[in-house]
């Protein structure tokens, strides 16, 4: 069964470097998201990506972040400066049609700043 | 603020028993309501998504949507120690989810 895929499982990094997240959304999907779930919070939106540009950001998503596909398989997040509170696991989810319908969630990336 | 409410638990149930899950949405213009089931440490599994008032049933689980009421639940019979898990509500807003913050199920034997 397809499923999306996210690399790395855990990164660890140092305050103000940048870091990139890596996810393969399923092959025939169009919609892309990004969330991220503070340890013991619930699941908070980032961005959705449809057609090569974003089509929704939350307030999270500052200048500090950005997307991109780079290639017909890649969806990556980039955190140009981390701060100890981007600590949280990241999660990349795909979906066929859109946010009304099934939305898959890769297995996550935890991100820990120290 | 768009809101998705839930009681966050423990729902504690007897193997085989009914668990009852609930949960409660702000936006009224909300097109589909999502059940994901979260193991701890693990990314949140899709279980089920309604969009019309009613129930639609998958197995054990059967979901429930109210608009008037803006109210949906879960139900999963014949509860197993291995439904023991975090349900997380998710309600579609313009191309997003808003989550609540989940419901832990504890499913005793």
């Known amino acids: 069964e397809p499923e999306v895929t996210q690399t790395p499982s855990h990164q660890v990094t140092q305050m103000g470097q940048e870091v990139i997240l890596r996810c393969v959304p399923i092959?025939?999907?169009?919609?892309f998201y990004w969330y991220r779930q503070i340890l013991g919070q619930k699941v908070e939106f980032l961005v959705s990506?449809?057609?090569?540009?974003?089509?929704?950001k939350s307030e999270i998503f500052d200048d500090q972040f950005s997307v991109e596909r780079p290639d017909g398989s890649n969806f990556t997040l980039k955190i140009r400066s981390t701060k100890l509170e981007d600590s949280a696991m990241y999660f990349c989810?795909?979906?066929?049609?859109?946010?009304?319908?099934?939305?898959?969630f890769g297995p996550g990336t935890r991100l820990t700043v120290t | 603020q768009k809101e998705v409410e839930q009681n966050s638990g423990p729902l504690s149930v007897p193997e085989g028993a009914i668990a009852s899950l609930n949960c409660t949405y702000s936006?009224?213009?909300?097109?589909?309501f999502f059940w994901y089931r979260q193991y701890s440490g693990k990314s949140p599994e899709l279980i089920m998504f309604i969009y019309s008032n009613g129930d639609k049933e998958d197995g054990r689980f059967t979901a429930q949507l109210n608009k008037a009421s803006q109210y949906v639940s879960l139900l999963i019979r014949d509860s197993q120690p291995s439904d023991s898990a975090t349900y997380l509500c998710?309600?579609?807003?313009?191309?997003?989810?808003?989550f609540g913050t989940g419901t832990r199920l504890q499913v005793f034997p």
């Open positions: 989810a795909s979906s066929q049609q859109g946010a009304s319908y099934e939305q898959y």
């Open positions: 998710a309600v579609s807003n313009t191309d997003k989810l808003i």
């Open positions: 936006d009224r213009g909300s097109q589909s």
């Open positions: 990506f449809y057609n090569n540009e974003i089509s929704e």
């Open positions: 092959s025939n999907h169009l919609y």
